[in-house]
């Protein structure tokens, strides 16, 4: 139980350690000893439906976050962190790596000393002490309670705590390093060699004073038991599947990415890591007799930010940048800790003026990852969602039962009750998938489910393939088909990885138009015929043009398929399957589009256009967008300040309420518009504006 970069890949031969064991296990076999326990496969899909869920009133919302270096988290996982802090929300963050890295923290005109790489790593942790405690409205000098965890095997991290009345923050430290003495990158390594193993760097000033050693299942299992430890209600990580971006080699090196990656190594090997725990975390809650750990994932993609363009208003990235401030810290600074206040190279405006622009934007790796909601005969709502990486549907009790359910503040971590509004989920199967379902309804009501399923994720040389699968309603408002797979775009398991988010429209004929962003980033699709359910080949629709996931489809008054995505030059746009994309604008952020319209946002802008011109909402993030006959389009957005906002029939509505959603839809129907969120806790709500 638990107590309280740039040098390309190179794979090794088994270390001699490996050679000894095996021979030593089969000595040992001889002579009817006891033999070490084989080493864990990864674990595999599971499918089938039925296993029970933790509950409302087994659970409290909880934010545990995932990241390979110190600063990960604030640059690519905020405002989102920052959104549930301010909510109440506890957060525990992981580090993996010491963030070591060289060993060498200064800035231009101060003196150059010998490189010290236990004071750098203790300088950067004190960087992010800084930073949460500003996170938690205190000073950034505030001092924290530092101890040891002591993980399976006797493993030691680092957990550093600080709380501000019912609000709190846990910083854990495993310090495994970025780089070995042969100087290829550490944790890309542990992912795929069997026989490596990794000895944790010291921090100075640390608690934990001996080092340990890490290879792949050891890793896997600390992850895995920090998520049965803290049980998070969300989860976020790292992108484990980064776009395919070619380059010269001289601008890669000078950028840190990988070899034909859109990331840092690091980046991607830890977010593999990190979603190989969560399914080890299920498959052994399973195992054990318990229920689906009841908790929503979010991907946040790296690098990939420096490649498209910004999607952060002035006001957003001046919140965000803020958090890197006391992070950089300064070497004038007297923060009480001997080895450095902060990780100087990133101090005061030097994320802004960065030539990368990470700070300026904030992608999400699967977008769209929002319950899909429907409307039974009887005007009960039905919200379809992942938890727990499975399928599962909620229902409302009544008609309206799920509107205005949550208690005020139900989020400052105490568990929401379920009550007589949304009911318990029920588990779809499906897993280990993706966070985003796309969907569809049938001429008879029937509901598709689809999403990407994590079909395979093992590292030390084994497979790691995602693939397209489908959940069919058997009759409305009724029981499901089996899971079906409707394979990939791609012809390789590695390409097949960059797939994104499914969404898909039922056209007036009848036919399910399906549409994914394929690995070359441009849109491939199937189609699902309307006289027997059989699915076409998939296609990719034409036109060069790289795209942005978070792809927004909708029809027209003709029944015709528009498809819009947010390019690297200006929106795209296909017509029933023909390219219509001709003096179309830059969108900085994903898009929307009803009747065959499309809402944009501009670059580094909190305006949303639409086709009149301004659409009012302003704010950033994903947009919504439906159609009613009495309301006209209606829009559901996030503000400035990160509350959802909806426009209808001419009038803006913001929410007020204290609990903030990991995710909303929208929802026209006979009790006009409704609002369904997903709560931090992993239970909806409704919102009538």
Known sequence: MTRRERIPLVTTAPRRRTVLAVALAVTAAAAGCSVPEPRRTAPTADPAPGKPIATAGERRALLMQFSAHPDDDLYFMN???????????????????????????RIAGMPDTPPDRAAYSAARHQGLRQAYAEALGLPRFTPWRREVLTLPGGLRAEADTLTRGARRVELVFLNLPMHTTRRYMALPALWHDRALELRTHLSAGSPVTRSDTYDYDRLVGALADLLRRYRPTVVHTLDPDPDVQHGDEATRRRDSEQPGYADHGDHTAVACFTWAALGRWVTDAVRD???????????FRGYYNRHWPKNLPPEVLAEKAARLVPYGGDPSWQCGNPSGCGDYGVGGDRPLTNRKGWVRSTHHRWPGARPAVTEDADGRLTAYGVLGLRAVR??????????????????????????????????????????????AVLDDGRVLLFAVRFAALDGHGGPNRREVVLLEQRSPGGPFLAWRGLGNP????????????????????????LFVRNAGKGVSTRVRAASDGSWGPWRALPGDAEVQDGLAVSLDAAGRVHVYAAGRDSVRHWVDGADRSDRLPLSGSTVATVGGELFHRPPASAGLLGPAGDAGLDGYGEVVAARSPALGTVLLGTDL?????????????????VDTAVAAALHLGGRGTTVVGLGPDGHPWSWRP
């Open 394 to 439: 909620w229902r409302e009790s009544a008609p309206g039962a799920g509107t205005g359910t949550r208690p005020p503040g139900g989020t400052r971590g105490a568990s929401a009750p379920a009550g007589a509004g949304w009911g318990e989920p029920e588990d779809l199967g499906g897993g280990p998938l993706a966070p985003a379902l796309g969907s």
């Open 79 to 105: 405002p989102d962190t920052q959104r549930l802090l301010d909510s109440g929300v506890p957060l525990v963050s992981v580090y993996v790596t010491a963030g070591e890295h060289t060993g060498r923290n």
């Open 289 to 299: 007799g318990g229920p689906v750990p009841a908790f929503t994932t979010r991907a």
């Open 641 to 657: 300040r990160g509350r959802l906002q909806v426009r209808a029939g001419g009038r803006l509505h913001t929410r007020t309420a």
């Open 490 to 513: 791609e012809r390789s398991d590695d390409r097949g990885r960059r797939i994104g988010a499914p969404v898909a429209v039922t056209a007036p004929d009848g036919r399910v138009h």
